[in-house]
């Protein structure tokens, strides 16, 4: 845990820019995770963010999900559950068109402040984005022009509360998985922890800290990066005593933007030989085939999304 990869973003604007660059790097490389701080969004919105949030699932969702698990008869199960996770969500819509003005039971402070939360983290999120081209050698705004579709990146965020679980050995917070998509901003509780990140065969706690961000990368950049970054497996350990926080904005390729190895990743003589590593596709076909293999390895998603391609990549 005390290797895990924080990052002080106040330090690009320093003498230290060039090894905050490299530990950026080496945690895209070797992690595919990294906590952020001094990251800009200021303390007092991400407190009202947690009030709101924690607020909203005390008086709107606590009873809902008590109700749900007494009819899966989950309180007592015997035997580990694989499909389904012991978590209460709902989701938000940024971009291309929001649909916050549309979830119930929302108070108007607590849409408002989301509002203004969610468009600093798209701020933060294409900054990022920027930060990884510069390190990878592509042009500045490569990534996010590749997201961008015909109209625009899609953006939005899982709001889920983890409650207590009387048996966290026989059910997941959330299952293992990597994420689908672009890059993942997540505001996580600093009191309950239970996320964790798969590392050299084994399962790391990623720390909760204060006012911190933590970045993980989804399949479309280990695609784009032709592999140099990579997705990582993750999961969410159910605890016995608690409530988990968890907001994960995704930021994420539009429906029809068109994903393959950027050319300047291509391996000189892989592209001698057709060796492409990684597949193209357009991002929502993906996203279909995603829906139900989502618990499962990424590898066969990249491999089917191979055997659909229609025309051979054009790297030149």
């Known amino acids: 845990m005390e290797n895990f990869p924080i990052i002080n973003l106040e330090k690009l604007n320093g003498a230290e820019r060039a090894a905050t660059m490299e530990k950026i790097n080496d945690a895209c490389e070797n992690w595919g995770f990294f906590e952020l701080v001094n990251h800009g969004i200021p303390h007092e919105v991400m407190d009202s963010v947690e009030k709101l949030t924690k607020g909203h699932y005390k008086m709107c969702m606590e009873q809902r ?3 749900l698990v007494a009819k899966k008869g989950l309180e007592g199960v015997e035997v580990e559950v694989t499909d389904m996770d012991w978590e209460s969500t709902f989701f938000l819509r940024h971009l291309p068109s929001s649909n916050i003005s549309e979830i119930p039971n929302l108070e108007d402070v607590h849409r408002e402040v989301m509002r203004d939360f969610t468009k600093r983290l798209e701020k933060l999120a294409e900054e990022l984005l920027d930060l990884l081209c510069e390190n990878l050698g592509l042009e500045k705004s490569y990534l996010k022009n590749t997201f961008y579709g015909s109209k625009g990146p899609n953006f939005g965020t899982k709001v889920s509360n983890y409650p207590p679980c009387p048996k966290p050995d026989l059910i997941k917070g959330l299952r293992a998985h990597t994420d689908a998509g672009g890059i993942i901003l997540l505001f996580q509780d600093d009191k309950v922890s239970g996320l964790q990140l798969l590392k050299d065969g084994r399962w790391i706690d990623v720390p909760p800290m204060r006012h911190s961000i933590v970045v993980n990368l989804g399949d479309q950049l280990e695609v784009i990066t032709n592999g ?5 497996m993750h999961r969410v350990i159910a605890q016995k005593d608690g409530t988990r926080m968890s907001l994960a904005s995704f930021y994420n390729p539009g429906n029809d933007a068109l994903i393959y190895p950027a050319p300047a990743l291509v391996d000189k003589e892989a592209e001698e030989h057709n060796k492409q590593v990684y597949p193209k596709f357009v ?8 829906a139900n293999l989502k618990f499962q390895p990424k590898e066969p998603r990249f491999e089917a999304m191979k055997a659909m391609e229609s025309d051979p990549i054009e790297i030149a």
């Not at 140099?228 to 990582?232: G, P, R, T």
């Not at 991002?283 to 085939?289: E, I, S, T, V």
Request: hydrophobic share 30%.
């Open 228 to 232: 140099k970054y990579k997705s990582v």
């Open 65 to 67: 999900f008590k109700e």
């Open 283 to 290: 991002f929502d076909d993906y996203m279909k085939l995603y």
